[in-house]
């Protein structure tokens, strides 16, 4: 009976870790304290899979920050600019790559492949001298097995480590990174003989970036890396594991021709075509660990259909060598349904939290060894025939309207060079208008009333009251600034999703379905269990109350479909898009109804439209094709004097800038600081857009206050690639998480810079 858990989340049931990091980060606690919190929540996750029984238990999953960040440390490859001097690396310069300090920024922070969880990016060159800098591996297996449980320490493998990573600054972008491969192996080695001499019989090497598209001399370095490392395993056991999706035939071929290594993981979940590669012939005596319980997403398995999938795949490996396993670490779900108390029985019953995904495992592999559960399996069978038959689920006028939009094209009726013109006639803005993207600070007083109301300790009267106060603020705030189009702040919402999910039918809410983001940032995605719908109008009596404060232009704030579902945890009994086609449905709604309302510019925003990219580049072309018909459907219908803004930001969005141009959005607002305005290149490169576009010109994740002179240069950059009928200033994200005190000065220069260019182009005439 084999059973292996690939990896489990860190941050605690009650998100014990979160609150012990931000009270060291704020000088609240002494690291000895963080380190006994940490402690803790080891020792608790490593006796909950003992007691249920699992085989191989991982170790070295947990971490401070991040477990890429943790394999720099490990390989002590510090960037100059933290001024570390060597030796075991400490709190201070761990935290400083991850968060930048008084001196130094931090380093650059990204999507783990298609999750949204983030991680810190390595910068590496040709002269980082790599050294043995983190002993954590060991320690925590020591730790482990000072607790009687013997575990897998888990590494970040060598070869993912450096595709991973990006050439450091003041190196050639050409930089080949596997060319440390040689570099950092005999580090690996010397880790590896620590484990063997703490007693470890086996080691995880991760390795995810096995399922993307990679070239033949990436795999080659796979191959070389393994060589190179056979020789110090030595009678120690090998896993390497991959995750996220299928892995493609040569790649699939490299790893089970690798010498020296004892078992290889997969996830048969998102990876479901790995099986037939498995079929058409696996390394013989070699272990397949099946990632058949879903590590991605909340619903409980199938747990009749997965033992038939296992007990196919015992036939072709052997009844002695299949070992049941998650599809990826759990570190991307909820933690225990047990915390959750908002949950309806019927919906409970249909959920699996991370805790439970480890018994389903369990469960799984006792069933494959003959001792199946009977009466476990029945209440599984029995919930999953309550989740296909529930009428909660269903909505049948939902389902043909969303199926009535496969096969049609959703274009609004004229091409956005007339409708611009059309709404410059109505609209009246100068050259360069001045705008922000949507949220506005949500201050201590305001986040009280919020949880008054829902606490219902204060009534709606008073609710109401104190948010049109705010808006009021801001509204005067933003004419005090003279800012051209503007917004009402959002004082109104928790979430970008959350506020929406709420309103709309098909979603349910969790009470402590926290998962980690990165650091200490945790979100509670919403649950979408059933058919979407909008039952009634969700924005437009705030909007409206909004325009009726000004005379200038007020935005409609929404969020867009693509990134409600890349946000949520989704349904998996009906193709995604098809789910993205009923949301977008129920925005289309929305947008219909602000318009009546006399809102005349509409954003809607879909920050993770490039999150949801598939990682196999054959399956690009279709997700781009119903992601960008998702964004079309919302706005079709209105008319051409109605502009519709679009919101993205913080991630890579040059290699899908045609699916953008082909969103048709009238202005589009994007991320352009942060990420050494990449954007800008792609005009340079002769990308002609014709639509309205907004690149963010001061990062808004930092407290620093930008001057209206380093703005003007920013938008001069602009001008030299874009041309100044289409050009937009503004911010590059929504201001929610700043405080007044930097807003105020920062979108006052701003608008500063916005007025000299306007001078100056109007005397250059």
Known sequence: MASHIVGYPRMGPNRELKFALESHWDGKSSAEELQKVAAELRSSIWKQMAGVGIKYIPSNTFSYYDQVLDTTSMLGAVPPRYNWNGGEIGFDTYFSMARGNASVPAMEMTKWFDTNYHYIVPELGPDVKFSYASHKAVTEYKEAKALGIDTIPVLVGPVSYLLLSKPAKGVEKSFQLLSL???????YKEVISDLKEAGASWIQFDEPQLVLDLESHQLEAFSRAYSELESSFGGLNVLVETYFADVPAAAFKTLTSLKGVTAFGFDLVRGSKTIDLIKGGFSSGKLLFAGIVDGRNIWANDLDGSLNILKSLEDIVGKDKLVVSTSCSLLHTAVDLVN??????????????????????????????GQKDEAFFSANAAAQASRKSSPRVTNEAVQKAAAALKGSDHRRTTNVSARLDAQQKKLNLPILPTTTIGSFPQTVELRRVRREYKAKKISEEEY???????????????????????????????????????????????????????????????????????????????????QG???????????????????????NDQPRFETCYQIALAIKDEVEDLEKANINVIQIDEAALREGLPLRKAEHDFYLKWAVHSFRITNCGVQDTTQIHTHMCYSNFNDIIHSIIDMDADVITIENSRSDEKLLSVFREGVKYGAGIGPGVYDIHSP??????????????????????????????????????????????MVSAAKLIRTQLASAK
């Open 181 to 187: 491969l040689d570099k950092i192996i005999p580090i």
């Open 340 to 369: 959750e108390t908002k949950l309806d029985d019927e919906i409970k019953s249909w959920l699996s939290f991370a805790a439970q995904k480890v018994v389903e495992v369990n469960a799984l592999a006792k069933a494959l060894s």
């Open 464 to 546: 109401v009251k104190a948010i049109k106060q705010e808006i009021s603020n801001v509204v005067k705030l933003q004419e005090e600034l003279d800012i051209d189009v503007l917004v009402h702040g959002e004082p109104e919402r928790n979430d970008m999703v959350e506020y929406f999910g709420e309103q709309l039918s098909g979603f349910a809410f969790t009470a402590n379905g926290w998962v980690q983001s990165y650091g200490s940032r945790c979100v509670k995605p919403p649950i979408i269990y059933g058919d979407v719908s909008r039952p009634n109008p969700m924005t437009v009596f705030w909007s409206s109350t909004a």
């Open 549 to 571: 404060m000004t005379k200038r232009p007020m935005k409609g704030m929404l969020t867009g479909p693509v990134t409600i579902l890349n946000w949520s945890f989704v349904r």
């Open 704 to 749: 620093r206050i930008p001057s209206a002179e380093e703005i003007a240069d920013r938008v001069n950059k602009m001008l030299a690639v874009l041309d100044t009928n289409i050009l937009w200033v503004n911010p590059d994200c929504g201001l929610k998480t700043r405080k007044y005190t930097e807003v105020k000065p920062a979108l006052e220069n």
